[in-house]
């Protein structure tokens, strides 16, 4: 690669493919990306995915996202689960000040913002902004996160806020890491090394331009990416680290499958090659058998079928 070549997204995740195999175990046990993956991943870029442009991210179009979080989790499914939660909570920075989703997406080294999807934290209204409190799960990659983003409804003068349709404004808050406390509880069988946990903050204060309208906040950006439904943007992500996980338990089965020494050979894969010796029936006067139904051989076939596949290899 020379000095003025870039490299894709796709190309660097396949660079990172065996480190994050190597890593497996590990993300499994400790329920979280180990530090220095983590750091690998946000350098190469792969947090900032669907960062606008203007912001300095790379605002795939959506057929080359998939492919490239397809790839991350045919290495590693936790891993691919985080950066697209990671990557396409970014699409918020379409929808706010551009100074103040640089001071989030850019100032901070690294950056990563962790949410939470239901409504379920308190924000009264202050001078200035909001006091944020509320207990709030389902955090993926919220340990390595820089801010989470508190998901909560308006409260002024003690009563809900409400928006033009009537609905209670709901809004993510942009809370430091540091004024939170990470809870340990994503004790699960599958997916552990998403660390999906919860968060909780308790009157912290947050000034009122670092915070978007969760569902109806207008477009800043006039990029097609940010015309998708962001509840189509996250499906779609999680749709390709299944995709990728599957493709890797086909391949690891093809392997094995291929190397796989048979311990005996069932008597009934053996062609018969020696011609009978007894005259066909008919010659000899014998009543030939009935002709066999076309629903019968189908059930004989099929239950040959089961006998070769439970056959010991």
Partial sequence: MTGTEVRSPLDAVRELAPKIRSCADEIEAERELPRPLFEALADAGLFRLALPRSLGGAELDLPTYIQVIEELGKADASTGWIVNQGGIFATYAARMPLDVARS???????????NTPAATARAVVV???????GRQGFSTGCRHASWLAAHAQVLED?????????????????????????????????????????????????????????ATAPLRETGPLYRIPRTLLFASGDAAVALGMSRSCLDTFFDLAGVKTPRATPIWTVRRTV????????????KAPAKTSPRAGRMRSANSTRMMVAAPM
Avoid: C, K
Avoid at 161 to 181: C, K, N
């Fill in 104 to 114: 989030i997406w850019v100032d901070t080294p690294r950056a990563v913002v962790a």
């Fill in 127 to 133: 001078p200035g902004g909001y006091r944020v409190t």
């Fill in 158 to 214: 003690g009563r809900l806020r409400l928006e033009t349709d009537g609905q209670p404004e709901a809004r993510y808050i942009f809370v430091a890491v540091a004024d939170a406390e990470l809870l340990d509880t994503w004790r699960v069988r599958g997916m552990r090394g998403t660390g999906t946990h919860h968060f909780a903050v308790n009157d912290v204060f947050v000034p009122a331009e670092r915070s978007v309208l969760s």
């Fill in 275 to 286: 011609a009978p010796t007894n005259p066909p029936a008919a010659a000899v006067g014998v």
